[in-house]
């Protein structure tokens, strides 16, 4: 399977402090990723690599097959989709979900002057109601709830049929209705055939959707684990990752993790 992803010996540092530390990572086009670690074990730093909005300190990302620095980001960037909340914070409030989606086929945020085909509109509106949001297409971004809004971000970075899809703790802030409705979605796109290559990152093993695949442990900017889920998550890497000593259960493919005394 090709790579979509591949970082060789990636150093991020900043303010003197490697936050991110000789990672050696790849990621393959049919591979599901979840990335855990706790807070400051550099996350969301990983996903800024890959979505080429940070350059490495030292060593090699490739992305796409292309090297970053030494490729146009600006030609890369529309190859890969990216949610997180740094990134909802930008989109207008007073834009329709339908707007909030059409126009990332046009990498902008708000609706201007652009003239929209027929062809792009058909797909939003597709794209809409793959992630349960058709009923809302008219309202307004900002009067959203916070699961609506996580629906609509993810839906927009889906709009230009990504490559490669970036997660950041999607779930995050969820109660556990919109969790699980989140997490059944996700799991769903997951699973099929023509979705691309996936990196979610997230705080909790609970939110592991059911057609990840492969996970990695980060901790102090180190990859602790990285694998298969089946091999890499396991109650003694999690133990290591975390610093405190973890249970970790499995019930029908979702798992739960619990500090024990
Ligand atoms: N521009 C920067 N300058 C200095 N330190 C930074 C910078 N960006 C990130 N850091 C530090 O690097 C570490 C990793 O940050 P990062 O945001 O990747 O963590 P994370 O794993 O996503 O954490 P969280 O779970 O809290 O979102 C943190 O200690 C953060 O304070
Ligand atoms: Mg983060």
Same mark, same amino acid.
């Given at each position: 399977?090709?790579?979509?992803?591949?970082?060789?010996?990636?150093?991020?540092?900043?303010?003197?402090?490697?936050?991110?530390?000789?990672?050696?990572?790849?990621?393959?086009?049919?591979?599901?990723?979840?990335?855990?670690?706790?807070?400051?074990?550099?996350?969301?730093?990983?996903?800024?690599?890959?979505?080429?909005?940070?350059?490495?300190?030292?060593?090699?990302?490739?992305?796409?097959?292309?090297?970053?620095?030494?490729?146009?980001?600006?030609?890369?960037?529309?190859?890969?989709?990216?949610?997180?909340?740094?990134?909802?914070?930008?989109?207008?409030?007073?834009?329709?979900?339908?707007?909030?989606?059409?126009?990332?086929?046009?990498?902008?945020?708000?609706?201007?002057?652009?003239?929209?085909?027929?062809?792009?509109?058909?797909?939003?509106?597709?794209?809409?109601?793959?992630?349960?949001?058709?009923?809302?297409?008219?309202?307004?971004?900002?009067?959203?709830?916070?699961?609506?809004?996580?629906?609509?971000?993810?839906?927009?970075?889906?709009?230009?049929?990504?490559?490669? $899809? /970036? @997660?950041?703790?999607?779930? %995050?802030?969820?109660?556990?209705?919109?969790? *699980?409705? +989140?997490? =059944?979605?996700?799991?769903?796109?997951?699973?099929?055939?023509?979705?691309?290559?996936?990196?979610?990152?997230?705080?909790?093993?609970?939110?592991?959707?059911?057609?990840?695949?492969?996970? $990695? /442990? @980060?901790?102090?900017?180190? %990859?602790?684990?990285?694998?298969?889920?089946? *091999?890499? +998550?396991? =109650?003694?890497?999690?133990?290591?990752?975390?610093?405190?000593?973890?249970?970790?259960?499995?019930?029908?493919?979702?798992?739960?993790?619990?500090?024990?005394?």
């Amino acid at each position: 399977m090709p790579q979509v992803l591949r970082f060789s010996e990636v150093v991020v540092r900043r303010n003197a402090r490697d936050i991110i530390d000789h990672l050696e990572w790849s990621v393959a086009d049919d591979e599901r990723w979840v990335i855990l670690g706790p807070n400051g074990a550099g996350k969301t730093t990983v996903l800024q690599l890959a979505d080429t909005l940070i350059h490495p300190s030292a060593g090699v990302v490739e992305i796409l097959g292309e090297r970053l620095g030494r490729t146009d980001v600006f030609e890369l960037r529309p190859r890969i989709g990216f949610a997180s909340s740094a990134m909802a914070r930008r989109l207008p409030p007073e834009e329709t979900v339908l707007n909030v989606v059409l126009t990332a086929a046009y990498s902008v945020t708000g609706r201007w002057n652009e003239q929209y085909e027929d062809i792009d509109e058909r797909r939003a509106l597709r794209v809409l109601a793959e992630w349960k949001l058709d009923h809302l297409a008219d309202r307004t971004f900002g009067t959203l709830s916070d699961g609506e809004q996580k629906r609509v971000q993810i839906a927009r970075a889906v709009m230009t049929d990504p490559e490669l $899809l /970036l @997660l950041d703790e999607p779930s %995050a802030s969820l109660d556990l209705g919109a969790r *699980e409705e +989140l997490l =059944a979605l996700l799991g769903g796109y997951a699973q099929a055939p023509t979705t691309p290559a996936m990196i979610m990152v997230t705080h909790h093993v609970e939110e592991i959707p059911i057609g990840f695949t492969h996970v $990695l /442990l @980060l901790r102090d900017g180190q %990859a602790v684990a990285a694998g298969p889920i089946a *091999e890499a +998550l396991t =109650a003694e890497n999690l133990t290591e990752t975390f610093g405190l000593t973890i249970q970790l259960t499995e019930d029908a493919g979702r798992y739960s993790a619990r500090a024990i005394a």
